[in-house]
């Protein structure tokens, strides 16, 4: 068994430890609020920005061939993997990379697969094994529209020349603290609906649908992008106040049975104390 001192720094390091993941787990939960409202808010604007979106494709298809709604021979993928610049959230970055890993090995083997990292994480680990173009990690220090659409028009501009015939996206989507879903959307092409949607969705268009689209299916391509990051965004934040809380519980536990451990240990202690001291008058007696 430990001797005291033993336990006592033990006890002291995992106290320390407590007060650290629950002070982080108490600012995880204050940006979550912030985050989850604000992906909330714009979850219907963009949903049936995309409902349109996905109309308006359907029909260009067979009338004029939209650049975004090219599908070409898919020979050359683009995985943008959305993921944390930093750790202490559980699997949220894990389980990202996993699903990229099986995109990259499995769904698109034989194909040339490349990488865009959104996030410290997957930049420094996919760059280990493959190719990753580029690295936007520093999107998080100021996460707003105009700087994810600048994101959005670099990738618009390497599929419509030709660099790559598909894009997708994996990330976390945010459903609540305690739980991720991983999502797989792609960006381009753009999926058109079927006849069937088509037809649930009449929709009337001013000016023709000629003149918006140069302006409509951009637009829904960065709100596309910018939900995306909103959602992985909120994500990190339940998945690392779930991962504190727990990690809260866990010191918590431990700490319980060190302390029983130490009065188990200081209690044999004084026993042997006692008994030295008996044994040793006894001898004096005798």
Same mark, same amino acid.
């Given at each position: 068994?430990?001797?005291?001192?033993?336990?006592?720094?033990?006890?002291?390091?995992?106290?320390?430890t407590?007060?650290?993941?629950?002070?982080?787990?108490?600012?995880?939960?204050?940006?979550l609020?912030k985050a989850?409202?604000?992906i909330?808010a714009? @979850?219907?604007?963009s949903?049936?920005?995309?409902?349109?979106l996905?109309?308006?494709?359907?029909?260009?298809?067979?009338?004029?061939?939209?650049?975004?709604?090219?599908?070409?021979?898919?020979?050359?993928?683009?995985i943008?993997?959305?993921?944390?610049? @930093?750790?202490?959230?559980?699997?949220f970055?894990?389980?990202?990379?996993?699903?990229?890993?099986?995109l990259?090995?499995?769904?698109?083997?034989?194909?040339q697969?490349?990488?865009?990292?959104?996030?410290k994480?997957?930049?420094?680990?996919?760059?280990?094994?493959?190719?990753?173009?580029?690295?936007?990690?520093?999107?998080y220090?100021?996460?707003?529209?105009?700087?994810v659409?600048?994101?959005?028009e670099?990738?618009?501009?390497?599929?419509?020349?030709g660099s790559?015939?598909k894009?997708?996206?994996?990330?976390?989507?945010?459903?609540?603290?305690?739980t991720?879903?991983?999502?797989?959307?792609?960006?381009?092409?753009?999926?058109?609906v079927?006849?069937?949607?088509?037809?649930?969705?009449?929709?009337v268009?001013e000016?023709s649908?000629?003149e918006?689209?140069?302006q409509?299916?951009?637009?829904?391509?960065?709100t596309?992008?910018y939900?995306?990051?909103?959602?992985?965004f909120a994500?990190?934040?339940?998945? @690392?106040?779930?991962?504190?809380?727990?990690?809260t519980?866990?010191?918590?536990?431990? @700490?319980?049975?060190?302390?029983?451990?130490?009065?188990?240990?200081?209690?044999?202690?004084?026993?042997?104390?006692i008994?030295?001291?008996?044994?040793?008058?006894?001898?004096?007696?005798?």
């Amino acid at each position: 068994m430990a001797n005291l001192k033993e336990i006592r720094n033990r006890i002291s390091s995992v106290s320390s430890t407590m007060q650290i993941t629950s002070a982080m787990k108490m600012v995880s939960a204050a940006k979550l609020k912030k985050a989850q409202d604000a992906i909330t808010a714009m @979850r219907p604007y963009s949903d049936k920005l995309t409902e349109l979106l996905q109309s308006l494709s359907a029909s260009l298809n067979a009338e004029s061939g939209s650049q975004y709604a090219d599908n070409r021979e898919v020979n050359k993928v683009l995985i943008v993997a959305i993921t944390s610049n @930093r750790g202490l959230c559980g699997a949220f970055n894990t389980n990202i990379i996993k699903q990229t890993t099986v995109l990259a090995n499995e769904i698109y083997a034989g194909k040339q697969v490349h990488f865009m990292a959104i996030g410290k994480k997957a930049n420094d680990i996919l760059e280990k094994k493959y190719t990753v173009i580029n690295n936007h990690s520093d999107i998080y220090d100021e996460l707003t529209f105009d700087n994810v659409a600048a994101i959005a028009e670099e990738l618009m501009g390497i599929f419509t020349d030709g660099s790559y015939d598909k894009i997708e996206i994996v990330y976390n989507k945010f459903k609540n603290a305690a739980t991720q879903i991983i999502m797989t959307e792609q960006f381009l092409p753009i999926v058109p609906v079927t006849s069937e949607e088509t037809n649930a969705a009449d929709y009337v268009y001013e000016p023709s649908k000629l003149e918006i689209v140069e302006q409509l299916i951009p637009k829904s391509l960065k709100t596309q992008l910018y939900k995306a990051i909103r959602d992985s965004f909120a994500s990190e934040h339940g998945a @690392r106040m779930t991962a504190m809380h727990k990690a809260t519980d866990n010191a918590t536990e431990l @700490r319980d049975q060190l302390k029983l451990t130490y009065n188990k240990a200081r209690q044999a202690a004084i026993t042997n104390e006692i008994l030295e001291i008996v044994g040793g008058a006894e001898a004096l007696n005798n």
